[in-house]
């Protein structure tokens, strides 16, 4: 999809994400992907005149671990139903007393501790780095904070989301280490998701809602699951009124990405056209279909 055409918003999130007042011709339509089976159907919408894609990112019912998430799928089924902008939903703990359960922490940065994840779409036959120093879009950064105005939310803007493999919980050492290093929430999902989105050239951004702080916090221990699930609730809640506000904030958007998101892959490819690998370059016809067959 051109730049210049309309953008279509996905959202990756909770399985009731898309069960939200004004969303209109809803239809689950699978999409399928030459990297495996995607976590669910895609669910098709539009929502006041732009369209929307939603991925339950476990799958509806939440029947998929963490780690057994099919990243490359999901992002590339996103891709090829046309998404622009990705806007990712996920529950997470909490590294820091001033961000209690409620919170909502607009993601800018992220470290990286997963083990057993298939983390890009290249490889032998193919190679491409891309840029991560800068791993959300501003653009639709600005669009979530605006959003959020006016809403029962708190909103933290900027912070780091430590990514653990799991799907264990951290031990107590751990999660002093990951305060240690300046990280203000810890969960198991947004990689390798956003670096993924990153070489598929979507303008992605995170919004890390807070259930919970983790085990280093000295009341944790008083947390009862009643309490968790009450908190995961009102997320919900909230959640669903911020994608209400901010799907019409990203519709407006008019030419290319101020930062370069959809832009990242005409300086990443490293492998010569004659080296290329038909088999992988046929795999990737959606992630970089643009940059290959220019």
């Given at each position: 999809?051109?730049?210049?055409?309309?953008?279509?918003?996905?959202?990756?999130?909770?399985?009731?994400?898309?069960?939200?007042?004004?969303?209109?011709?809803?239809?689950?339509?699978?999409?399928?992907?030459?990297?495996?089976?995607?976590?669910d159907?895609?669910?098709?919408?539009?929502?006041?005149?732009?369209?929307?894609?939603?991925?339950?990112?476990?799958?509806?019912?939440?029947?998929?671990?963490?780690?057994?998430?099919?990243?490359?799928?999901?992002?590339?089924?996103?891709?090829?139903?046309?998404?622009?902008d990705?806007?990712s939903?996920?529950?997470?703990?909490?590294?820091?007393?001033?961000?209690?359960?409620?919170?909502?922490?607009?993601?800018?940065?992220?470290?990286?501790?997963?083990?057993?994840?298939?983390?890009?779409?290249?490889?032998?036959?193919?190679?491409?780095?891309?840029?991560?120093?800068?791993?959300?879009?501003?653009?639709?950064?600005?669009?979530?904070?605006?959003?959020?105005?006016?809403?029962?939310?708190?909103?933290?803007?900027?912070?780091?989301?430590?990514?653990?493999?799991?799907?264990?919980?951290?031990?107590?050492?751990?999660?002093?280490?990951?305060?240690?290093?300046?990280?203000?929430?810890?969960?198991?999902?947004?990689?390798?998701?956003?670096?993924?989105?990153?070489?598929a050239e979507?303008?992605?951004?995170?919004?890390?809602?807070?259930?919970?702080?983790?085990?280093?916090?000295?009341?944790?221990?008083?947390?009862t699951?009643?309490?968790?699930?009450?908190?995961?609730?009102?997320?919900?809640?909230?959640?669903?009124?911020?994608?209400?506000?901010?799907?019409?904030?990203?519709?407006?958007?008019?030419?290319?990405?101020?930062?370069?998101?959809?832009?990242?892959?005409?300086?990443?490819?490293?492998?010569?056209?004659?080296?290329?690998?038909?088999?992988?370059?046929?795999?990737?016809?959606?992630?970089?279909?643009?940059?290959?067959?220019?």
């Open positions: 999809m051109s730049p210049s055409s309309p953008p279509v918003i996905g959202v990756l999130g909770g399985s009731g994400l898309y069960q939200m007042e004004g969303l209109k011709d809803v239809t689950w339509r699978k999409v399928s992907s030459p990297f495996g089976e995607p976590s159907e895609l669910c098709f919408g539009t929502l006041e005149g732009t369209q929307v894609v939603f991925l339950p990112r476990h799958g509806r019912g939440h029947r998929i671990a963490p780690s057994d998430i099919n990243f490359r799928a999901n992002i590339d089924a996103l891709k090829r139903a046309g998404v622009t990705l806007l939903l996920s529950a997470v703990g909490s590294l820091r007393e001033e961000l209690p359960p409620g919170t909502f922490v607009l993601v800018d940065q992220f470290i990286d501790r997963t083990f057993a994840r298939n983390k890009s779409f290249f490889g032998t036959g193919c190679v491409a780095h891309v840029s991560m120093a800068k791993p959300v879009c501003s653009r639709v950064g600005d669009a979530v904070a605006s959003a959020c105005e006016g809403l029962d939310i708190t909103l933290e803007r900027g912070g780091t989301y430590l990514v653990m493999e799991g799907p264990q919980f951290s031990s107590l050492a751990e999660s002093e280490l990951y305060r240690s290093w300046g990280c203000s929430v810890i969960g198991m999902t947004n990689m390798p998701e956003a670096k993924l989105a990153r070489e979507l303008c992605y951004a995170s919004v890390a809602m807070v259930t919970d702080f983790d085990c280093w916090h000295p009341d944790h221990d008083a947390v699951v009643q309490q968790v699930v009450a908190t995961l609730t009102a997320n919900a809640g909230r959640a669903r009124a911020l994608v209400k506000n901010v799907v019409p904030l990203l519709a407006q958007r008019q030419g290319p990405c101020r930062q370069g998101c959809q832009h990242v892959l005409d300086t990443a490819l490293i492998t010569a056209p004659e080296a290329r690998d038909p088999e992988v370059l046929a795999r990737l016809d959606a992630v970089a279909g643009r940059v290959l067959k220019s």
